[in-house]
């Protein structure tokens, strides 16, 4: 089900995720759509958290720098795998409107920096990072320039973007 609720929320915006479509698509009752979410807000919170949770998967490994800049480059990766600007463009076009919508972009746009903040939390375990570095943050200093180009100004995420991303944190970093 919630494989047709991606379906429909890229297709047709987050309006078109409801529990009749699903049903209709999916060939399940309506009241098996409503036996697990209850409601449109639940309905679309998960369905916005399943496009997205790919992001948390992907456990950092190696030096910060590395971390940092292989997480950059997979939410690349994932915002131009599937097409998540006109899922954010629907979300943040109802939001101002609705509330449920207010809550599935910031849900959106979280899913998308969590893993730069598990990145960070990973090397501040590891002593890399200073314990005072407030991770969310930082995430959100580092992803937020990848999230504005693409959902924003509909421009590509080049190399040197992250490049120039990263050396700014890094003496960021080195002066703080």
Known sequence: MLST???????GGA????AARIADRADVART??????????????????????????NPPDGQIDDDVRKTLERIRTRLVKRDVRSVYSALAGQASLDETFRDAKRLFIHQLTQPVVLA???NVARGALPASIDCT?????????ILHCHLALHEDITDELIDAIMERWERAMKSA
């Open 120 to 122: 960070l939390e990973s």
């Open 32 to 57: 098996t759509v409503y036996r697990q979410w209850p409601d449109q807000r639940s309905l679309l919170l998960a369905t916005v958290q399943e496009l997205t949770s790919a992001h948390l998967h």
């Open 5 to 11: 609720a991606i379906e429909l929320l890229l297709e």
């Open 137 to 145: 943050f930082e995430a959100n200093l580092l992803a937020g320039p």
């Open 15 to 18: 309006q078109e995720v409801t």
